[in-house]
């Protein structure tokens, strides 16, 4: 697509190596919008050493081969050598309506990688927390972004539903019975099981060494005891799905990688490292030491692959997952959407698995990391008034915050699409709060603000998709006939015209840097840059033809971003609000 960054960077490209020869044509200029003017050129500059030569006159040189008389308007040198580029309007025209003809709205594909996201991972048999909810929100938009770039995402929702507590979970199952209202618990409130059980183990010794058998017999592949693990699972399933449903992401049955998945691999992989020399058995554990990887009083700090008890841990677990999805998915980058905290963790699989030859040069592991939710006491959000936190009563309550809001705002409109609208806002508001700071910062949890109809919000955004279309509805026109041409006569239909010239650009640096909130920053720019425009240029009231044509191509086709942008959030454009 023929963005300006793009355009403007093939140019520069040229003008380079025009001035200075071919060997310069590789040379990446940094190109960006500027307040300056429409886009600055930071290129002379970083080539002054090289050349030997002042930045500005190097700048001038550039500037005399540059060859962008049918895309800017102006080009000046300024301060120590940066180009300031102004583009032209007829060009800005062109470009916009191209942007609205074309059904990807600018975004164009990309050649196409294997992209394994691994995301959301909640634990069976355990209630989902809000950092299981930032995962999976951050992880669907990515998965999402990058399917929509044409790329293969493979999701993969690494549960955990193996390891030593599933013998006391097990057990207890066995002895409330599989139609026990306990039971039921692990599809509605999965904690109270789970605590249940623990209250069981810690109380009553004949139960505690009966759990710690069924642990023995389920890693010996007990068939009686596989039955009732997978029956723990199953109901773990419906908790989750329940879950999934009601925050409307993408993750299906078929997407459950979970922990037991890689049991089979978990001993050859001990032994190839250890006969390889990578690993070796410290005070009984078999242990990789990495260089870099020190504690208190420069200890090696290390990655234990095999307890002494014999047992496998998460790390060896996680060198299975990176192992699969490269030899097996064939996988061209491998994505971990993770807490923060687990970032030394990671570093160490992806350290070991390299020095294993697991991961060829040219795959990327990468780890994107979530920063923790935090309560209005500012501490890691676990309980809220005392009571355990339940991710499910969270959601509910964002919905019928914003069911508050529509009954007031929209009373006349019937209460089943009132209740759709109210489950689109409130979802919305939560999810794109999960979405709007950078993915590896903290936040506070915060209803009132989420919720907000002004600043960068869902509901904001939300709303102003919502009002593009009311455009449409007392115009008695589809936005889909809005088809232009766009020509632009005010300062606010540049402005606006050029913003939707961004959204290729920034969908795309979204899939290479793996940031959401990039997207989200874009599109509250883009519906504050409507707002002006729809507050200096009467649209419907426009008095000449063409300029009418031209204003509802722009409203239609900031529509289109907008409900584009938002769906590739994870998060539904209500038809009215
Ligand atoms: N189940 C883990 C937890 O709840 C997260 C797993 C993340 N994925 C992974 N491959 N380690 O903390």
Known sequence: ??????????????ALSAAFGPEFADEDPVIRPSQFADYQANVALPLAKRLGRKPRDIAAAIVEHLDVADVCGEVEISGPGFLNLTLSDAWIAERASAVRSDPRSGVATQSPQVIPIDYSAPNVAKEMHVAHLRTTVVGDALARTLEFLGHRVIRQNHIGDWGTPFGMLIEYLLQVGADSAEAEFLTT???????????????????????????????????????????LVDRSKVYFNTVYAKL??????????????????????CDELEDRGIAMVSEGALCVFLDGYTGREGKPVPLIIRKSDGGYGYATTDLATIKYRVENLKADRVVYVIGAPQSLHLRMVFDTARAAGWLPPDVTPIHVQIGNVLGDDGKIMRTRRGQPLRLTALLDEAVQRAAGVVATTRPHLDAETRDRIAADVGVGAVKYADLSVSHDSEYVFDFDRMLALTGNTGPYLQYAAVRVRSIFRKGELKPEDATGPVTITEPAERALALKLLEFGPTVRQVGDTLEPHRLCAYLFDL???????????????????????????????TLDVLVRGLDLLGVNTPEQM
């Open 527 to 557: 519906a504050t840059a409507f707002s002006t425009f729809f507050e200096e240029c009467p649209v419907l009231k426009a008095g000449d033809d063409t300029v009418r044509a031209s204003r509802l191509a722009l409203s239609a086709a």
């Open 248 to 269: 409307g992401v993408t993750l299906t049955d078929d997407d459950l990688a979970g922990e037991s998945k890689y049991n089979d691999m978990l001993g050859p992989i």
């Open 189 to 231: 409130d999965p904690n109270a099981f789970y605590q249940a059980a623990r209250a069981e183990f810690d109380s009553r010794e004949d139960f505690a060494a009966r759990a710690r058998q069924r642990v023995v017999l389920l890693q010996g592949g007990d068939e009686e005891t596989l039955r009732i693990w997978r029956e």
């Open 1 to 14: 697509m023929a963005d300006p960054q793009s355009v403007l960077t093939q140019r520069v490209q040229s």
